[in-house]
């Protein structure tokens, strides 16, 4: 009986030491070996890839945000978010590029209610910009799987321009050599499409604008 009680009681004290020394090395040890070297190697990354302007932050090369008007009445949380037009829009996001509520829709591409949205995006988008409906691309009007993409596609981009050389004063010229200047090709050579960061981009046009 005591020797029992004796062996039980050293395999709780090993398993104790044992439970005590892996805390330390993967609760401890590995988070700042690792928190260290991204820091030190790929500080802008690790730290969320925030864009700075004056001292001041204004966004996330990662996480895509909105470009609308002021509302009318700040108080009325039902009022209907409008696109400002001298900025490039991003495409459609489901949360509202909030980075706490991402996903999709789960809509089915036959689902008549997204059959419906997108319709009436295109639509939307169409008008706003100026151009047919068969000009507006597939990301103007679908959001993308995790809500929150930065990015629009060339095509995109060049629907815009002249809805925004026109309420920025610019030219037409000068502005497709922004979207040009911002595009950026496939990662790697060969992984997804051609991109532009809306963030990014519409920060250069704040540039070009002032000037």
Same mark, same amino acid.
């Given at each position: 009986?005591?020797?029992?009680?004796?062996?039980? =009681?050293?395999?709780?004290?090993?398993?104790?030491?044992?439970? %005590?020394?892996?805390?330390?090395?993967?609760?401890?040890? +590995?988070?700042?070996?690792?928190? =260290?070297?991204?820091?030190? $190697? @790929?500080?802008?990354?690790? !730290?969320?890839?925030?864009?700075?302007? *004056?001292?001041?932050?204004?966004?996330?090369?990662?996480?895509? &945000?909105?470009?609308? %008007?002021?509302?009318?009445?700040? /108080? /009325?949380?039902?009022?209907?978010?409008?696109?400002?037009?001298?900025?490039? &829009?991003?495409?459609?996001? !489901?949360?509202?590029?909030?980075? $706490?509520?991402?996903?999709?829709? &789960?809509?089915?591409?036959? /689902?008549?209610?997204?059959?419906?949205?997108?319709?009436?995006?295109?639509?939307?988008?169409?008008?706003?910009?100026?151009?047919?409906?068969?000009?507006?691309?597939?990301?103007?009007?679908?959001?993308?799987?995790?809500?929150? /993409?930065?990015?629009?596609?060339?095509? +995109? #981009?060049?629907?815009?321009?002249?809805?925004?050389?026109?309420?920025?004063?610019?030219?037409?010229?000068?502005?497709?050599?922004?979207? *040009?200047?911002?595009?950026?090709?496939?990662?790697?050579? @060969?992984?997804?499409?051609?991109?532009? !960061?809306?963030?990014? $981009?519409?920060? #250069?046009?704040?540039? %070009?604008?002032?000037?």
């Amino acid at each position: 009986m005591n020797n029992s009680v004796a062996n039980t =009681g050293r395999l709780a004290w090993a398993a104790l030491r044992m439970l %005590l020394v892996l805390t330390v090395v993967t609760g401890v040890l +590995y988070p700042l070996a690792v928190t =260290g070297i991204a820091q030190g $190697l @790929f500080r802008d990354k690790a !730290n969320g890839s925030i864009v700075n302007v *004056e001292g001041k932050e204004v966004g996330s090369e990662l996480i895509g &945000q909105t470009w609308d %008007l002021p509302k009318k009445n700040p /108080d /009325d949380e039902n009022e209907v978010p409008r696109p400002d037009p001298k900025w490039f &829009q991003p495409r459609p996001s !489901n949360s509202g590029y909030d980075p $706490l509520s991402t996903g999709s829709s &789960q809509l089915g591409a036959s /689902d008549p209610t997204l059959t419906k949205l997108v319709g009436d995006t295109k639509k939307a988008v169409a008008a706003f910009n100026g151009v047919p409906e068969s000009e507006v691309p597939k990301d103007a009007v679908t959001g993308s799987a995790s809500a929150i /993409d930065p990015h629009i596609s060339p095509e +995109y #981009a060049e629907i815009q321009i002249k809805r925004v050389a026109k309420v920025n004063g610019l030219s037409e010229q000068q502005v497709t050599k922004l979207v *040009e200047d911002h595009t950026e090709g496939r990662t790697a050579g @060969f992984l997804g499409e051609p991109h532009v !960061n809306v963030l990014k $981009l519409n920060l #250069a046009l704040k540039d %070009l604008a002032a000037r």
